[in-house]
Each structure stands twice: as C-alpha cells, then as structure tokens.
C-alpha cells in the first residue's frame, strides 16, 4: 500500500503530473485511485474523457481505464455522509444569528472540513485495503500543509477540550439555554465528533511513515516557485511527512532555439542548478514544457512516458524519517531534519508530553514519548539541516 502526494505552488502542474503518474501506475499492475483534494478541481478535466465522466456522474469513484480510478471530493456529500449532526448544530448557530439561511449553509462548511473529509475517505480505502496505491493531487503549497497537519490538531483537540466541552455542555448547557438565545450543542453533535475522530484514527501513523506516505514537490524553475519549493520541503519536514522527490516542470527544451526565449532558457538553467543544490538529498526528476497544454489520455501517457522512464513511481525514493529519538550515553535526543530555516525562525516549548516547535504560522506539537515526557529539553542546536533538542534529568513540569 502506498500513498503519495502530489504538491506544490498554484499551477505548476500538479494535477497533470498525479493523473500521469496515475495512468502508468494503473499500466503496471497497480490497482490505482487519483483522488483531487483541490476544491477548484480540476482531475476530471485532465483526464478529459468525456463519456465515461458523464456515464459515471453518480459515482463517487469513477473508473477511467482497467486499474485507474479518480475521485474528486464533493465536500456536500461527505458532509452528509460524516457531518450531519456537527453541521446541523453549526447551521443552527448561524442562523439564529440572523443569517440568511442559505449563507448560514454555505459557511457552515467551516475550514478544514475539506481535509478531514478527504482524510476519512482515505482512512477508509486504507483500512480497507482498496487500493494498491492512493495518488493525491493536493491543492496549492498552503492547503495541502492545513491538510497534513489536522491529524495532529485532531489529536490534541481531543485530548484537550474535546471531553471538556463536552461535561460542560451536559452540566451547564440547560442553564445557559435558559438565558441565552444561543443553543448548546446536544450530546448527538459530540457523539458525531467522537465517531469522526473514531474514523481518523491511526491516519497520522500513516501520513507519516515514510513506507507508506511519500510527499513529491513540483516546482517550476523560476525564483518565486523555488523559493516556495523550499518552505514547502521543510513544513513537511515539520509535519513529520518523507519528501522522496521534487520534479520541475515546464523547461524549455533545447530544441527551443529563439532568441525570444534566450534570457528564459538562461535564468531556468541558473534556477535548475540551484534547486540541484537546494534539493541534493532527494531525486530531482526534469520535465519540459510540452508544445501544447496536455490533457487527455494521450498526453497524459506521453508525460508519463518523459517522466518515468526507467522509474516505478510506486518505489520509494528516499526513506529519511524526518525525525527521530535517539539515545546518546545519559542523554536523549530528538533530531529533525528542518532545511531552509536559521534558528531564529523556529520556536519551541516543552509542555508535559508534548514538544512544541513553531516556525512561523505553523506549529507542530511532537507527543514525546513517556521516558522523555519527564525530562528537560537541555539544549537545542541547528547544524546544516538537522535541529537537535537534547533531553535530560527530571523535569521540573
Ligand atoms: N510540462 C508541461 N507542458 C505543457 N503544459 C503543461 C505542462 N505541465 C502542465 N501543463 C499545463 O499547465 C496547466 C496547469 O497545469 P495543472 O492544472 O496540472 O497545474 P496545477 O499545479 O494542478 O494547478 P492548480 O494549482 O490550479 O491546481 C494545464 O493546462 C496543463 O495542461
Ligand atoms: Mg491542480
């Protein structure tokens, strides 16, 4: 089994790339879905078969070819399908705020929603063992990064408010409700946080074992999408999520030979070299601009062909886990790959059992394991690429 992820900077092409890949997977043999988590989706285009979309409009996976299915999430059927009663008590607090009924049902689909319904389908085909191999075609750098990190979020909301929340809305909730117009939720709406949660579980262990779950960046080689390129690489390394290639995609080829396109062909090869540099520790795989937009079967299976050539893209290409505890003579020690940063960027707190590392909006909450949980963190050292915290005695938390 395995799942890998498709992500980038908006319109790199992300979405081509996981069709194609999807489409020589299903040739070799692999019982293969692409699944979209874009809400702009775009999959069904790629493939741009017309009869067999329209023939299977009512499905939710639709099966392009002997092997190959593809799956656009439609947030309102998962809605209905997971959400019912989180949504209900949501619509309900929304319009007895005075919204209109149809706005209050639009927002009711709060952020986040997205993902986790994206991550209960793939929970389920996990855990059901549906398919060989699971292809995301994530939406843009940002998203994708919100979805990698509700497993971890899930898990501390639970352990930290969840319960809490929900005593209180048993014990307090009719004496509020007796003064306040606002409704509390009924234990139907925590029963249904519960069973979602209950749905999720293990999928954290799964995004982040790298035999399982590799991340693949796509990148074009231009300035601002290297750059982006490289903050995405190490919020993946944050997560905890195995980046095992990066591919750059739309370069000139040299057959290209127009003095037009000269300071072009110069300043890709300058950003091609750089990103060989930034990147050295994991495959970089090339793809050139085609002569036209590729969508269909045809092109699809022509990028394919460029971009595995001699490859399986089900192998893994790098195993590295991003990070790991390790024990030295006395001391314990938490390495993490985190490239890209100097160490002012990075923020960290030790709270009980959990560590708390904040690189600029984004936070990762690492729950440590219990010989450590009653330790201090004694020291924190980045070196090239590598952030070390060191563990030692009895904490004084
Ligand atoms: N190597 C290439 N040669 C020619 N056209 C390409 C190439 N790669 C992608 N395209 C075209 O570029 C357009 C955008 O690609 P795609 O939709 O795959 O990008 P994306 O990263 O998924 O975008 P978004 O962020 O909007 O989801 C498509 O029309 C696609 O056919
Ligand atoms: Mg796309």
């Known amino acids: 089994m395995r799942i890998i992820l498709y992500t980038g900077k908006g319109g790199v092409g992300k979405t081509t790339i996981a069709a194609a890949t999807g489409i020589k997977l299903a040739e070799l043999g692999y019982k293969t879905i692409v699944i979209s988590l874009d809400v ?120 930290h408010i969840f319960k809490l929340e929900r005593n209180l809305a048993k014990v307090a909730g009719p004496v509020i409700e007796r003064v306040s117009s606002v409704p509390i939720p009924r234990d139907n709406y925590f029963q249904n946080i519960q069973d979602l949660f209950d749905k999720l579980e293990g999928i954290d262990g799964v995004l982040t074992d790298p035999k399982i779950t590799t991340v693949r960046l796509v990148t074009n080689p231009e300035k601002i999408v290297i750059k982006e390129t490289q903050r ?86 790098s195993e590295e886990r991003p990070y790991q505890f390790q024990k030295m003579g006395d001391t314990y020690q938490l390495s993490m790959r985190l490239p890209f940063l100097s160490k002012e960027e990075i923020g960290l707190t030790k709270h009980g059992d959990e560590l708390i590392i904040t690189v600029g909006g984004f936070k990762q909450h690492i729950a440590l394991p219990r010989t450590l949980s009653n330790k201090k963190t004694s020291g924190a050292k980045l070196t090239g690429n590598q952030l070390v915290i060191k563990f030692e005695g009895e904490s004084r938390i």
């Open 232 to 317: 995405a690489f190490m919020y993946f390394c944050l997560y905890g999520l195995c980046i095992d290639a990066v591919i750059i995609n739309r370069i000139f080829p040299d057959s290209v030979d127009s003095a037009y396109f000269e300071a072009w062909k110069r300043s890709q090869q300058r950003y091609i070299t750089e990103a060989t540099d930034y990147f050295s520790d994991v495959p970089i795989w090339k793809v050139n601009l085609f002569t036209e937009e590729i969508v269909g079967e045809h092109g699809l299976h022509r990028l394919a062909d460029t971009l595995y050539s001699g490859i399986n893209p089900a192998d893994q290409f």
């Open 40 to 159: 702009a989706h775009s999959l069904r285009d790629a493939f741009d078969n017309h009869e067999k979309l329209v023939r299977q409009r009512e499905e939710k996976q639709i099966q392009i070819r002997e092997n190959l299915w593809i799956q656009e999430i439609n947030v309102q059927e998962a809605i209905v399908e997971y959400w019912n009663d989180v949504y209900g008590y949501i619509r309900s607090l929304l319009n007895r705020s005075g919204l209109d009924s149809l706005v209050a049902e639009e927002i009711a689909v709060f952020p986040g929603m997205e993902e986790i319904c994206a991550l209960l389908y793939i929970n389920q085909y996990v855990r059901e063992k549906s398919y060989d191999v699971i292809i995301l075609d994530c939406a843009p750098t940002g998203e994708s990064l919100r979805f990698v990190s509700i497993p971890t979020t899930l898990e501390w909301y639970m352990r």
